[in-house]
Every structure is written in C-alpha cells, then in structure tokens.
C-alpha cells in the first residue's frame, strides 16, 4: 500500500508544480492539460489547465489538477523536514513570498525552525527543522 497526496488548483496547478520544482528540488514526472483529454472537457477556459500533473518531491509522489471547484486547503498540511536551519529559513521566504502567515517561522521547544503558512498557490505548508529527541 503506499499513500500519495493529491492537491486542487484553480488554474495555477502548473504554475505552483514549476515553482516547486524549481525552488524546491521536485521533479515534474507528468503533465496533462484538459484539452488534451479525450472526449468532451471543462471548455474552452480549462483546455490549456492542469486535468492531472505529477511529481516526486521530497521522497514522495504530490500530483494535481486544476478544478472549477477549487478552494484552498483548510485543517490539511504538506509538511517539509529540512535538514538545517537556513534551509528551513529559505524555504520560507520563497513560500511566504504572497501567501499567508499562520505561525511566523521561530524556534520552538521540538524544533529549531517551526513554521505554518499558505503559500501564494494556495498551498498550506508545515517547515520543520526538528530538534533531537529524547
């Protein structure tokens, strides 16, 4: 059994897979617009979206799709461990760059670098530089 996690976009699917593979070390494995969907699709609006995208991001599988029913994640995050503190702070700031703040990235009693935010895609992200644990 393995388990995947699937997001919704608006129509900025391909625009938030770009970023992550450019910014974040993912690697796009699949990409398909619903115009290129056999029989009848969402219209004219949606040919050039995102029906399904995939890549492999932090030892994972993260795939996506633009939908009309779209609405930013709620009460579910993506969770990044990174390997340092100043990765963590770069991440960061490239994902808090037009998103929204949940908890400003600090460090608290199981980490050295915390953070929880959306990013500008409409993604909710954990950012993790944990603290070694008892």
Request: net charge negative; aromatic share 12%; proline share 5%.
């Amino acid at each position: 059994m393995q388990l995947h996690t699937y997001l919704n976009y608006g129509g900025n699917c391909e625009q938030a897979f770009r970023f992550y593979e450019q910014h974040l070390g993912g690697k796009i494995t699949f990409m398909m617009r619903h115009g290129e969907q056999p029989g009848p699709n969402q219209g004219d609006h949606w040919n050039g979206k995102i029906l399904h995208a995939r890549m492999n991001l932090g030892g994972t599988e993260l795939s996506g799709a633009d939908v009309p029913t779209y609405q930013p994640m709620r009460s579910a995050y993506l969770t990044l461990t990174l390997d340092s503190s100043a990765e963590a702070e770069r991440i960061y700031t490239l994902l808090s760059d037009d998103g929204e703040i949940f908890m400003p990235i600090a460090e608290t009693f199981f980490a050295h670098r915390f953070a929880m935010l959306r990013d500008k895609f409409g993604t909710s992200w954990m950012l993790m530089h944990s603290k070694p644990q008892p």
